[in-house]
C-alpha cells in the first residue's frame, strides 16, 4: 500500500467548502488515475493522466477538477458538492494503457468523502 | 453494452470451507480479465490476471479460471480463513489499443466466520 499513498484518508465537507484529495504514487509508473467508488455501485472512472497530460474525462461534473503537476503528483480539487458525490474516491498508478495484457492498476487506499 | 456481472452480491461462509465466485462479462473484445480483493477502507490488491488464451492462475489459495467462449470467470478460494473476508470485484479490459477504460462489476462481499 506504501506504492499509491492518499491524503486525507477521511474528509467531511460543508457544500460550500473548497478542499483538496492529493495522491503519490512512488512505482515510477506514467499513468495515474482518479476512480469514484459509491455503494453497490463499480467503479467509476473520472480521469485519467498519462505522462502528465489528461487523456481521459468521464462526464464528470465541473466541481470536481483534476490536476497532475508531475507523473508521481494527482490531486482532485473539490468545490460546491454536493450529497451525492459523498463516496470512496480512489487513486490508481498504473505503466500506461488499461487494455495491455498484465498492465496493472495500483489502488491507493482512498479518502473517504462525506459532504453535509 | 459493455457490462460485467457479479454473483453472488454477498456470502456469508464458515472458516476453513471453500468458497467460489462468479463473474459473466459482456465486454467485447477482450483482453484481460483481473480479479481484486478490497479490504473494507483500503483500495483494490490485485489477485490474478488473465488474458484470453488463460483458462486457470493461481495465487496462493485464490484460483482464477476463464471461459472466453462463453464469457465467464470464477474465483475459488481455498479453505477460507477470516482474512478472506473482502469484497471482490472482477474487472475487465477491452482490447482497444490507447484505452484506460475498465469495466468493473459491483463486487461479491465475502465475510468468513469462525
Known amino acids: 500500500e506504501t506504492g499509491v499513498t492518499q491524503t486525507p484518508r477521511h474528509l467531511v465537507m460543508g457544500m460550500t467548502n473548497k478542499k483538496s484529495l492529493k495522491c503519490e504514487q512512488h512505482?515510477?509508473?506514467?499513468?495515474m488515475y482518479w476512480y469514484k467508488q459509491s455503494a453497490k455501485k463499480p467503479l467509476e472512472l473520472m480521469f485519467v493522466y498519462n505522462f502528465k497530460e489528461q487523456t481521459e474525462n468521464n462526464s464528470v461534473p465541473s466541481r470536481f477538477s483534476p490536476e497532475c503537476p508531475n507523473s508521481s503528483h494527482l490531486f482532485l480539487h473539490l468545490h460546491t458538492l454536493q450529497p451525492e458525490d459523498s463516496a470512496l474516491y480512489l487513486c490508481?498508478?498504473?505503466?500506461?494503457?488499461?487494455?495491455?495484457?498484465?498492465?496493472?492498476?495500483?489502488f491507493g487506499p482512498g479518502t473517504r468523502l462525506t459532504v453535509l | 453494452k459493455n457490462q460485467v456481472e457479479q454473483s453472488p452480491q454477498s456470502l456469508i461462509i464458515l472458516e476453513g470451507k471453500n468458497c467460489t465466485l462468479q463473474?459473466?462479462?459482456?465486454?467485447?473484445?477482450?483482453?484481460?480479465l483481473r480479479w481484486y480483493k478490497q479490504d473494507t477502507g483500503r483500495g483494490p490488491v490485485s489477485l490474478t490476471i488473465m488474458t484470453f488464451s488463460e483458462n486457470t492462475k493461481s495465487n496462493g489459495r485464490y484460483t482464477a479460471t476463464l471461459d472466453a467462449d462463453t464469457k465467464q470467470s470464477s474465483l475459488h478460494i481455498t479453505a477460507s480463513q477470516l482474512s478472506d473476508s473482502a469484497s471482490y470485484i472482477c474487472v475487465v479490459s477491452p482490447y482497444q489499443t490507447g484505452a484506460n477504460n475498465l469495466f468493473f462489476g459491483t463486487g461479491t462481499r465475502l465475510t468468513v466466520i469462525p
Open positions: 463473474c459473466n462479462y459482456t465486454v467485447s473484445p477482450f483482453s484481460n
Open positions: 490508481a498508478s498504473g505503466p500506461g494503457l488499461a487494455g495491455e495484457p498484465y498492465n496493472e492498476q495500483f
Open positions: 512505482l515510477g509508473h506514467n499513468a
